[in-house]
């Protein structure tokens, strides 16, 4: 189906494991990027990419990895969990003509809880 | 520091009872002011930009305005299907394609 799909949907884990979430869009869009949501903060920017191999740090990157070898994907990982990764990971995908309007393309979330 | 302050946090309305939800920024030279709809369990979901002081744009029963200092979202008559948690963002010049969000306001609207 076209559009932008986050897995999994759900995720528990301990303290101390990597965690893979995933993101894939299928319009091509060239800006991708990972926010995490959590009550009393909103949705703040993890990282964001501008182009396949090109990445960069948004206002929360600490904890985080991503890459982006394909236009279409872009995988967030968490290499050692904390609690204080506990949160909601939206990522969103725009085209530059989007971008500059401010018109993201947000999936529908990953819900993860590190115990 | 780019800062977005959302008011009030939660709003309750009866249906057809208009009101407005508040959006106070500080930015450092602003490339845009968008809004946002949240519905529970979703993602959010794009409704506006506003670019300059005194733009306004509309689309149903919602009705965006920006100040120098602030926006507003204006919403008439609203119906129950308006409920969901509505999100302001700013970008600035010196932000790339960055977007700070504001913690939403939360909007019911009772049958």
């Known amino acids: 189906d076209a559009g932008i799909t986050q897995s999994p949907r759900y995720k528990i884990t301990e303290t101390g494991r990597q965690v893979t979430l995933m993101c894939h869009q299928t319009?091509?869009?060239?800006?991708m990027f990972w926010y995490r949501q959590d009550l009393g903060h909103g949705l703040r920017l993890i990282y964001y990419s501008a182009a396949a191999d090109i990445t960069d740090k948004g206002e929360v990157p600490d904890g985080y990895v991503v890459s982006r070898s394909k236009t279409e994907n872009f995988p967030l990982t968490l290499e050692s969990a904390t609690r204080s990764q506990t949160s909601v990971y939206f990522c969103?995908?725009?085209?530059?003509?989007?971008?500059?309007?401010?018109?993201?393309?947000f999936g529908e979330g990953s819900r993860l809880t590190v115990l | 520091e780019d800062q977005v302050t959302q008011s009030p946090e939660a709003l309750r309305l009866q249906e057809g009872e208009s009101s407005s939800l508040n959006c106070s920024y500080t930015?450092?030279?602003?490339?845009?002011l968008f809004w946002y709809r949240q519905d529970p369990g979703k993602g959010p979901e794009f409704l506006f930009t506003?670019?300059?002081a005194g733009e306004e744009k509309e689309k149903e029963r919602l009705k965006a305005t920006l100040t120098k200092k602030e926006s507003f979202l204006h919403i008439t008559a609203p119906k129950p299907e308006d409920s969901a948690t509505y999100l302001c963002?700013?970008?600035?010049?010196?932000?790339?394609?960055?977007?700070?969000f504001g913690q939403g306001t939360r909007l019911t609207i009772n049958p």
């Open positions: 930015v450092s030279g602003l490339r845009g």
């Open positions: 963002a700013v970008r600035s010049v010196q932000g790339a394609q960055k977007l700070v």
């Open positions: 969103a995908s725009s085209d530059l003509d989007a971008a500059n309007t401010g018109e993201l393309f």
């Open positions: 319009w091509s869009h060239s800006y």
């Open positions: 506003l670019y300059s």
